[in-house]
């Protein structure tokens, strides 16, 4: 699967919808998707030393950066 960029979460976000990712700041994320002008993004997050698993789901454009 391929990404449109490398980003980093600017703050730490508790998701509000089942649809979200759960963003620490300075996670590493892989932008898959810019779902318009809704403000939101779909991203894969670079799994960390202590997960398996690389969740895929909603960020708010607000809170990353490439």
Request: charged residues 35%.
């Amino acid at each position: 699967m391929g990404f449109l960029g490398v980003y980093k979460a600017l703050y730490d976000y508790t998701p509000q919808a089942e649809n979200e990712l759960k963003l620490r700041e300075g996670d590493i994320l892989y932008l898959l998707e810019k779902t318009g002008e809704d403000g939101w993004w779909k991203a894969k997050k670079r799994a960390s030393d202590d997960e398996d698993e690389e969740p895929i789901g909603l960020v708010p454009n607000n809170y990353v950066e490439e």
